[in-house]
């Protein structure tokens, strides 16, 4: 890894070619601009005072307090006083590769799929570790830590393992709190990964459940059971998801990129893009997109604070 693994251009956060997982503590003062990223992050506060504002609203934080973003989701701290942050940023693709096994985990898979997707959290999942596992969780922090300067050919597994201790120990904390205890059903991982291979196909719950060889109630029934959402609505998180990252990262037109995953109907991709980010496309493409038209990122951080909607 390197000395920079996170670098800042305009209003995104990206990590440097080769980085995987960064972890480090940082202090603001008074506020840190708003602004998204195209990795995982998962916030813990160790110290300090501050509040944490994204589409879910004002979140005062303290000691304790841990906020996990999926890529593409907006927000900032503001009204900071020595707040101290301990930040764990993972690669999405590494989300992918590497610790696939966690989707099929109870815990673990609601921490970074299935919770996040519920209700209205649009992509956010926040919870709060008390002082017996803040401790622990700190500990697995330092451990990826102390290898941010090794090559990550040669300590690959070191880190994934000190990022699934610090995961699932923030995770049996959301299970506690979410009472979310039971085995994912093998159908709901399938109907994932199906619809996550191939968001632009025209889905329906008939044809899912056809390909899932079940009947369309009861996919309904275990999807919901699992994710609190029912599939078409986990399908429709995951499109919007997909279509900030090709907003930030491509120069397709917003209709193409619409009907890249999935919404050929610009005025419904329009509706949909909206409901999720609070934002249409055009603005949060516009508003973000620094990295590769060097838009003042002076400015456009005092505009997004000002009118955050």
């Known amino acids: 890894m390197s000395n920079e693994p996170v670098t800042t251009r305009g209003t995104v956060l990206h990590f440097i070619e080769g980085t995987v997982v960064h972890a480090g503590p940082h202090v603001h003062q008074d506020s840190h601009p708003l602004h998204t990223h195209s990795f995982f992050e998962l ?26 973003l999926r890529p593409g989701v907006w927000h900032e701290y503001v009204e900071c006083e020595s707040l101290e942050v301990y930040n764990c940023c993972f690669a999405a693709d590494l989300v992918r590769r590497e610790l696939a096994w966690a989707r099929e985990d109870p815990l673990l898979g609601y921490l970074l799929w299935t919770g996040p997707f519920s209700a209205q959290r649009r992509g ?17 922090l330092d451990g990826l830590r102390q290898l941010r300067n090794q090559p990550i050919g040669r300590h690959r597994g070191e880190v994934i393992g000190w990022l ?7 995770a049996r904390t959301v299970a506690d709190r979410d009472e979310r205890r039971e085995v994912t059903h093998p159908a709901v991982v399938d109907a994932m990964r199906m619809m ?20 369309p109630g009861y996919v309904v029934r275990l999807f919901k059971s699992v994710t609190g959402v029912p599939p078409m609505a986990y399908l429709s998180r995951h499109r919007v998801e997909l279509a900030a990252d090709r907003l930030l990262h491509t120069d397709l037109p917003i209709n193409r990129i619409g009907e890249s995953v999935g919404w050929p109907d610009q005025n419904y991709f329009a509706r949909r893009f909206k409901s999720h980010y609070g934002l249409p496309a055009s603005v949060y493409r516009q508003r973000f997109n620094a990295v590769r038209h060097g838009y003042p990122a002076a400015d456009q951080q005092v505009q997004a604070v000002q009118d955050p909607l």
């Open 164 to 170: 699934s201790l610090y995961l699932s120990c923030v």
């Open 43 to 68: 916030a813990l506060v160790t110290g300090g005072k501050g509040v944490h504002h994204s589409l879910a609203g004002r979140q005062r934080l303290r000691p304790g307090d841990a906020i996990l």
């Open 196 to 215: 996550e291979a191939d968001p632009a196909r025209p889905w329906t719950l008939t044809d899912l459940a056809g390909e899932l060889h079940l009947a």
């Open 124 to 140: 956010m999942l926040a919870t709060h570790l008390d002082p017996d596992a803040l401790a622990e969780a700190i500990g697995h």
